[in-house]
T-cell receptor, first 115, second 113 residues
């Protein structure tokens, strides 16, 4: 079965420090991987995606993610966290076995950046 | 472009009542979907559509109906509301089924008493 795991419910980091939000996946075949961010009382916003090519993907607001096929991971990173990065982050994978129609989301990781 | 719009923003229902959650997009996207968001469970797919006249079930379709008569609109109907359907509902659209980004609406918060 296809699945996405975000092992941390919450990540705390001080402003200016690097941050990492972890994601691992389990799909058959080649996955399409995504990160979304949700601010309070808002819908999800796209951050970045990996389809093919360079394993390091750069996205919005200075975020990047590294696709690691051997570890089936797609961790989200940022070199220097901002207080405004505090939000709920979702990792997602498109299930190509169903023609890519279905997107499977992780449970989410809440990021707190302390000033 | 308005993007993806959803109405209402908030709704309270009594058990057994029915209602329709509206979703519209003005980006001419073929693919639309409905999700529910519950604490600690992320987003779960309820129904999706790959084009006008074509719909299919997601992970948690029971108790919900959808139709897609136009490219723009994708309403979600609750047939007989139950407390277990208390949730935040998000509509999303994307250009096609492959790697394209999904665009999400602002959500509808539903409380079933």
């Amino acid at each position: 079965a296809q699945s996405v795991a975000q092992p941390e419910d919450q990540v705390n980091v001080a402003e200016g420090n690097p941050l990492t939000v972890k994601c691992t996946y389990s799909v058959s075949g080649n996955p399409y991987l995504f990160w979304y961010v949700q601010y309070p009382n808002r819908g999800l916003q796209f951050l970045l995606k990996y389809i093919t090519g360079d394993n390091l993907v750069k996205g919005s607001y200075g975020f990047e993610a590294e696709f690691n096929k051997s570890q089936t991971s797609f961790h989200l990173k940022k070199p220097s966290a901002l207080v405004s990065d505090s939000a709920l982050y979702f990792c997602a994978v498109r299930d190509l076995n169903t023609g890519g129609f279905k997107t499977i989301f992780g449970a989410g990781t809440r990021l707190f950046v302390k000033a | 472009n308005a993007g993806v719009t959803q109405t209402p923003k908030f709704q309270v229902l009594k058990t057994g009542q029915s209602m329709t959650l509206q979703c519209a997009q003005d980006m001419n996207h073929e693919y639309m979907s409905w999700y529910r968001q519950d604490p600690g469970m992320g987003l779960r797919l309820i129904h999706y559509s790959v084009g006008a006249g074509i719909t299919d079930q997601g992970e948690v379709p029971n108790g919900y109906n959808v139709s897609r008569s136009t490219t723009e609109d994708f309403p979600l109907r609750l047939l007989s509301a139950a407390p277990s359907q208390t949730s935040v509902y998000f509509c999303a659209s994307s250009l096609d089924r492959s790697g394209e980004t999904q665009y999400f609406g602002p959500g509808t918060r539903l409380l079933v008493l």
